[in-house]
């Protein structure tokens, strides 16, 4: 029978996130407890006067421009400007449904090859196979918080014979939870060899030490900045994700904004119209509110298990950790992660799937299986989220990490 699948799109396998989520379900119907690290999403509610925004603006059913509402484009270009200093005109700017359309649209239109580093978030390689874009990998190390140093993007980029690059950056990074500390080296060297940059700052607004830090600040000429309203604000559901385009890259604006009049059109009117309230309104009090708990429960969860049998580094941002089980007892990331599961209840991802080889004993720790909504509302009078408030919001947290804890030791 003839082959009806573009070669490419056969290329596209399952990841093992799916195969631990089965294992997930199966265990819940045999009744057995799980503690929900693997599945990464906003625990918080969509902040309310937003929600109101939405509601009041359901009846918007007209199209809206492609490359999106005005008032929304000139509200996250304002965003942009106050809290990075860069100047990425409303012009510049492109609303789509979700961030991930944004970068798929990219690769679709570029032509040349790309520059990941593990670890990396899972779509970046799929969406470079769709475009037929050849991917390079950087592996980073635990010492340089799992970012590439400016020496391995500069040995990467000589040894590619392709000189249209593009390089994929994601800080504060999912799956890592850590933040690129030498942005300024790797601007100098993307600099120096005209790379484009796409930086991907979904996560930013959830930086935990409240310093926003973009490397379009040292390289504003070729980088391309990512957003949207799926993580700080928890309205991943909703689709609102924009790109911010530099003055030099206008030519791939255009393409962007042709394929999305022939995909998907407008991202949906009413969305957008709440979009502007997002980043209009303050949510001074709700950013600091979430920051603080998922700053709290990241280090509960760093402190009670690092040891010598889990190296792991701080929480800095999002809502994950990277904890690495060294031992050769397992042949894949992929058993660690079921014979984990199995014995402990525990679920998390192999970082197999981030990039990683096989046998790096590496693990994506996603620490938010707890009610946002109830940790949200509880009210601390500006305490410090100890330990008993932590055992009382997150005990499905508190429990399962004791559990890892005490299954490690065992190793
Ligand atoms: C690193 C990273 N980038 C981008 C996205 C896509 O976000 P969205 O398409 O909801 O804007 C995600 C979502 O999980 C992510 O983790």
């Not at 029978?1 to 195969?19: C, F, G, Q």
């Not at 509200?75 to 970068?103: C, F, H, Q, W």
């Not at 796409?198 to 957003?227: A, M, R, V």
């Amino acid at each position: 029978m003839k082959e009806l699948t573009k070669k490419n799109i056969l290329r596209l396998k399952p990841s093992s996130t799916l195969v631990i989520n089965e294992k997930c379900k199966e265990l819940i119907q045999k009744g057995k407890k799980v503690y929900q690290f693997g599945f990464g999403q906003s625990p918080f509610p969509v902040p309310e006067k937003i929600v109101n925004a939405l509601k009041e603006n359901a009846h918007k059913k007209e199209y809206l421009p492609i490359q999106g509402l005005k008032r929304l484009r000139e509200s996250i270009s304002k965003d942009l400007r106050k809290k990075i200093g860069v100047d990425y005109p409303k012009e510049n700017i492109v609303i789509t449904p979700g961030s991930k359309e944004a970068m798929l649209l990219l690769h679709v239109a570029f032509n040349g090859e790309i520059i990941l580093s593990a670890p990396s978030w899972v779509s970046y390689e799929p969406q470079a196979i769709i475009g037929r874009n050849k991917v390079h990998w950087i592996q980073t190390s635990r010492e340089n918080n799992w970012f590439p140093t400016a020496q391995q993007l500069e040995k990467k980029i000589k040894s590619i014979k392709c000189k249209n690059l593009i390089f994929i950056l994601n800080s504060p990074n999912n799956p890592s939870g850590t933040i690129c500390k030498n942005l300024k080296e790797l601007a100098v060297v993307a600099k120096k060899y005209d790379l484009i940059v796409l930086s991907d700052e979904i996560y930013t607004d959830l930086t935990f030490c409240n310093k926003y830090e973009s490397i379009s600040q040292f390289y504003p000429e070729k980088t391309f900045i990512s957003g949207g309203l799926s993580k700080w604000c928890g309205a991943g559901g909703w689709r609102v994700g924009f790109f911010a385009v530099p003055n030099k890259l206008s030519n791939l604006l255009d393409n962007i904004k042709t394929l999305a009049s022939e995909s998907y059109s407008t991202v949906n009117s009413p969305a957008q119209f709440a979009a502007v309230e997002a980043y209009e309104g303050d949510f001074k009090e709700y950013k600091s509110k979430t920051i603080n708990i998922l700053k709290s429960v990241g280090n509960y969860v760093y402190n009670n298990l690092k040891s010598n049998k889990i190296l792991i580094n701080p929480p800095q941002g999002a809502f994950y950790l990277m904890p690495e089980f060294p031992n050769k007892k397992f042949k894949s990331s992929i058993e660690l992660c079921e014979v984990i599961l199995d014995e402990t209840g525990v679920a998390m991802l192999p970082a197999s799937d981030f990039g990683f080889s096989k046998k790096k004993m590496l693990t994506r720790l996603c620490y938010i299986d707890f009610d946002g909504s109830e940790f949200l509302n509880a009210n601390f009078n500006g305490k410090i989220l100890n330990h008993k408030i932590i055992e009382k919001y997150a005990p499905n947290v508190v429990e399962g990490i004791k559990k890892l804890s005490i299954w490690a030791k065992k190793l």
